[in-house]
């Protein structure tokens, strides 16, 4: 089933409850920069779907975008995105779920975004921006790390100043569930993350809260937006960094200005890594050997 506009993207869309799959056809439709929008109650439906659209080349699936949910009979959305990564050329999936119990999942197969139900437009207009960022992106270039600085961030310390990277990726959203509603937490809002079993909380000027992805995914997906791990239980923007100094258990970081900045503690095993980011000298073999020579007290 479809519907077409002259020109636009190519949109598929799979979900087994039929009102969920033409609630999502109908908001995808209403967006301008889609033309098609195909639909398919099932994986297997999908599949056929993606294997014969007219003018795909081999490997490719002709279809420019995915949305997915997760939970259906048969093949559920994650076993068909993970058949769709295998090919050459495979579309953007973005997962529709109800449950947010997946994300991990999700991001680890390399989801564009996940959704949860019920759907707003803006934030399927949101995904559809982020995919045609990534198509459209031009190639990566080495800025300092001040010409990407988070919103938050004083400026850096002179002589501390972090060694030239990529342009931070796009601001990631995070929904977060509270109460039977759905937060969306910019990860440029986030300080720092701390990490509490299989949950992280995310903590920001405004408060703190809790969310069912492990710090580890979290170090992975958000590293080169300027994130650095201090600590088994902690995630840092290192932008944020403003002190690192002796205490009397070990070295600890302040994390911005003021009178009421945290201060979290910094690993044995990450400080000389760590000392090294801040004074601009890349990685090296042996980082994880304990601290070195101390680190000036920065203002």
Same mark, same amino acid.
């Given at each position: 089933?479809? *519907?077409?506009?002259?020109?636009?993207?190519?949109?598929?869309?799979?979900?087994?409850?039929?009102?969920?799959?033409?609630?999502?056809?109908?908001?995808?439709?209403?967006?301008? +920069? !889609?033309?098609?929008?195909?639909?398919?109650?099932?994986?297997?439906?999908?599949?056929?779907?993606?294997?014969? +659209?007219?003018?795909? =080349?081999?490997?490719?699936?002709?279809?420019?975008? !995915?949305?997915?949910?997760?939970?259906?009979?048969?093949?559920?959305?994650?076993?068909?995105?993970?058949?769709? *990564?295998?090919?050459?050329?495979?579309?953007?999936? !973005?997962?529709?779920?109800?449950?947010?119990?997946?994300?991990?999942?999700?991001?680890?197969?390399?989801? !564009?975004?996940? &959704?949860?139900?019920?759907?707003? *437009?803006?934030?399927?207009?949101?995904?559809?921006?982020?995919? &045609?960022?990534?198509?459209?992106?031009?190639?990566?270039?080495?800025?300092?790390?001040?010409?990407?600085?988070?919103?938050?961030?004083?400026?850096?310390?002179?002589?501390?100043?972090?060694?030239? #990277?990529?342009?931070?990726?796009?601001?990631?959203?995070?929904?977060?569930?509270?109460?039977?509603?759905?937060? &969306?937490?910019?990860?440029?809002?986030?300080?720092?993350?701390?990490?509490?079993?299989?949950?992280?909380?995310?903590?920001?000027?405004?408060?703190?809260?809790?969310?069912?992805?492990?710090? *580890?995914?979290?170090?992975?997906?958000?590293?080169?937006?300027?994130?650095?791990?201090?600590?088994? =239980?902690?995630?840092?923007?290192?932008?944020?960094?403003?002190?690192?100094?002796?205490?009397?258990?070990?070295?600890?970081?302040?994390?911005?200005?003021?009178?009421?900045?945290?201060?979290?503690?910094?690993?044995?095993?990450?400080?000389?890594?760590?000392?090294?980011?801040?004074?601009? #000298?890349? #990685?090296?073999?042996?980082?994880?050997?304990?601290?070195?020579?101390?680190?000036? #007290?920065?203002?």
């Amino acid at each position: 089933m479809s *519907s077409e506009v002259p020109g636009g993207l190519t949109v598929l869309a799979v979900d087994d409850e039929e009102p969920a799959l033409q609630e999502l056809a109908h908001l995808l439709s209403e967006d301008r +920069r !889609v033309g098609t929008v195909l639909t398919a109650p099932d994986a297997t439906e999908a599949l056929r779907i993606l294997g014969s +659209r007219p003018g795909s =080349a081999p490997g490719s699936s002709g279809v420019d975008l !995915v949305f997915l949910d997760i939970r259906m009979p048969g093949l559920d959305g994650l076993e068909l995105a993970r058949v769709l *990564s295998a090919m050459a050329s495979p579309p953007p999936v !973005v997962f529709v779920t109800a449950h947010d119990d997946r994300a991990v999942d999700a991001y680890e197969i390399g989801a !564009v975004d996940y &959704l949860l139900k019920p759907l707003r *437009s803006e934030r399927l207009a949101g995904s559809i921006d982020r995919t &045609l960022a990534t198509r459209t992106a031009p190639p990566p270039r080495h800025v300092p790390m001040d010409g990407g600085r988070h919103p938050h961030a004083p400026a850096p310390p002179r002589g501390f100043g972090p060694p030239p #990277r990529q342009e931070p990726p796009e601001d990631e959203v995070i929904p977060v569930e509270l109460a039977g509603t759905t937060k &969306l937490v910019p990860r440029s809002s986030v300080r720092f993350v701390e990490a509490q079993g299989d949950y992280a909380r995310l903590h920001t000027l405004d408060g703190s809260h809790l969310v069912r992805i492990p710090l *580890s995914v979290l170090e992975e997906r958000w590293r080169e937006a300027g994130f650095v791990r201090i600590h088994r =239980a902690f995630l840092v923007a290192l932008p944020l960094i403003t002190e690192l100094r002796l205490s009397g258990s070990g070295y600890v970081v302040r994390v911005g200005q003021g009178q009421n900045a945290p201060e979290l503690p910094v690993s044995r095993r990450h400080t000389a890594a760590l000392k090294r980011i801040l004074r601009g #000298r890349p #990685r090296r073999d042996g980082d994880d050997n304990g601290p070195t020579m101390p680190v000036a #007290r920065m203002r």
